[in-house]
């Protein structure tokens, strides 16, 4: 018993250190859960698989409680939107009562059920298993059998990036209108706390990268990433709101990417792509390297640049869960430690908040200068 | 695990939607107005300030100008007080020259007069001895009638008041 207290305490100790180096921590979170599984009592606290279900994305924004520990859960549901067999589906996710066991089951009309099994939605099968489960899943191995419904849901993540759009769009409108309505007047308000930021990525990102000519083409888009990276990163560091993940979660951060490359192929130019279908000042037998090299790194940048903002995004939300986790093991063995532990994990957790914080600004940095130097870099006129 | 590894499909057609919407909204509202607006005002800054620089500039040229002037102004006035002086030297000299001249014209003339009463005062003195030698004369034939020594002393006596000047 105390030795699988001693084996999570190093598993969250191994996950905070990952996490530290950020990209990696993902795996090793993953790697230590199914290590602790195996060993751990049913209502011991599984601290991968909490803070996993934490990061990850959901069909309802989770605010406190546990439905499955018995605890009363409260939770804001978000609408379910499936592409069916027989078409458009929508429902509240309140309709599974917190279940994602697959034990709910959800009537869609035609006769169909669906249920919720780890926050995928899926057609229920006809008899419940040994656990009352009707999810269809091979409980051996874990693949999902058969056909599903393609899920469109408004999930916590797209639930928070719609907001963060929302929001952005209130407030640069109102922003753009002084602009229009004070042209040539000192900035107040909100346009005065805005324009340092809307400056640094002209004049630091974008012109340096692109040149002072070519900078206003691509500005629009560099402007509308950067304060979407960021915002969405500041979101994810409210507490209470049921901690949103949406530069950590890969559909997101993907899209992005793949707006990226996108611009970068419809940009480039005769030099960039002379550059890749044919390195020039190499010998011949070089070429044919280098050829297939530039082809999976025009795919590369764009890649990097997504798995680089997931990873650091969930990384400091892990570092931040994982000395919660830490209270909570120590909590478990006795209620004294999990105090003396509290007041450590909670400094240390303040430190990680900042750290975030800086780390929120960073990344939407990053992404934005990267993005920038990508589409400098198609763009280039021959000089050599 | 599985959730965090795999983009969820649904997701990508949500966030590429939006992003779509957003940054056409964005670009029309406000990057737009914002990048223009930040462009004109740093243009409008950057010609005030280099007015600033031109007015400047003509301020010193003006300066530099009122002092060429000044020193103008200074050289002519300087001449023109030269000039006086050296009018007033000469007007001094010439009224001098002319006072010189009028005076040896006097002199001159006073000393013709003086020369023209001299010449008078001789013929009328001459006249005065010859009558007087006449009186004498008359005076010695009168007394020559006496005797000859009393004639003869009565000559000296009268040559000797006689005084010939």
Redesign the interface.
């Known amino acids: 018993m105390n030795l699988h207290k001693i084996s999570s305490f190093f598993q969250v100790l191994i996950l905070v250190a990952a996490a530290m180096f950020m990209a990696p921590s993902?795996l090793a979170s993953?790697s230590g859960?199914g290590h602790g599984d195996d060993h751990a009592e049913k209502a011991e606290f599984q601290a991968g698989e909490y803070i996993?279900h934490h990061?990850?994305?959901s069909h309802s924004i989770h605010l406190f409680g546990d439905h499955a520990e018995g605890i009363p859960e409260v939770s804001i549901p978000l609408p379910v939107?499936l592409w069916t067999d027989n078409g458009l589906k929508m429902f509240m996710s309140s309709a599974f009562h917190h279940d994602d066991q697959g034990i709910e089951r959800v009537d869609i009309g035609d006769g169909q059920y669906v249920v919720n099994y780890?926050?995928?939605i899926l057609y229920a099968n006809a008899e419940a298993d040994a656990h009352g489960s009707y999810a269809p899943i091979d409980h051996d191995t874990h693949p999902v059998i058969g056909a599903q419904p393609?899920?469109?849901?408004?999930?916590k993540?797209?639930f928070g990036?719609?907001m963060i759009?929302l929001i952005?769009?209130l407030v640069?409108?109102s922003?753009?209108?002084a602009?229009?309505k004070r042209?040539?007047q000192a900035p107040t308000g909100l346009q005065n706390a805005l324009?340092p930021l809307?400056?640094f990525i002209?004049d630091e990102v974008a012109i340096p990268s692109l040149g002072a000519k070519k900078a206003?083409r691509f500005?629009?888009?560099l402007?509308?990433v950067f304060f979407?990276i960021w915002m969405c990163n500041l979101l994810g560091l409210v507490p209470f709101l049921g901690g949103f993940n949406i530069t950590g979660?890969?559909?997101?951060t993907?899209?992005?990417a793949?707006?990226v490359f996108i611009i970068t192929t419809i940009n480039g130019n005769k030099h960039y792509w002379g550059h890749i279908l044919w390195p020039p000042g190499v010998p011949l037998p070089i070429k044919f390297i280098l050829i297939p090299i530039e082809f999976v790194g025009i795919l590369l940048k764009p890649t990097v640049l997504m798995i680089r903002l997931t990873a650091n995004i969930?990384a400091g939300h892990i570092d931040i869960l994982a000395f919660v986790s830490l209270v909570v093991i120590f909590g478990q063995t006795s209620t004294g430690l999990g105090f003396g532990v509290g007041v450590g994990a909670v400094a240390f957790m303040v430190f990680m908040f900042f750290l975030e914080l800086l780390v929120a600004f960073l990344q939407a940095y990053v992404f934005t200068l990267l993005a920038a130097l990508y589409f400098g870099d198609a763009t280039q006129e021959a000089h050599h | 695990m599985d959730a965090l590894l795999s983009p969820s499909l649904g997701t990508m057609v949500w966030a590429s939607i939006a992003f779509i919407i957003v940054l056409i909204i964005l670009r029309r509202a406000a990057w737009g107005p914002i990048l223009k607006g930040l462009k004109e005002r740093e243009e409008s800054i950057a010609e005030s300030l280099n007015e600033a620089e031109k007015a400047r500039q003509d301020i010193a040229d003006l300066k530099s100008d009122n002092e060429k002037l000044l020193q103008e102004a200074r050289v002519e006035r300087d001449n023109i007080l030269k000039e006086a002086r050296e009018l007033k030297d000469s007007m001094i000299a010439d009224a001098k020259n002319q006072a010189k001249e009028e005076a040896e014209k006097m002199v001159n003339s006073a000393r013709e007069a003086i020369e023209t009463e001299k010449a008078a005062a001789l013929a009328d003195l001459k006249e005065h001895v010859a009558m007087l030698s006449l009186e004498i004369a008359e005076k010695v034939v009168r007394q020559s009638l006496s005797s000859d020594d009393s004639q003869k002393a009565l000559v000296d006596k009268l040559l000797q008041e006689t005084d010939l000047n």
């Open positions: 993902v993953g859960e996993i990061i990850a994305d939107i780890h926050d995928k393609f899920d469109l849901s408004i999930t993540s797209v990036m719609l759009m952005m769009i640069f409108r922003v753009g209108k602009y229009t042209a040539g324009e809307i400056l002209r206003d500005l629009p888009f402007l509308t979407f979660t890969l559909g997101v993907l899209v992005l793949a707006f969930s």
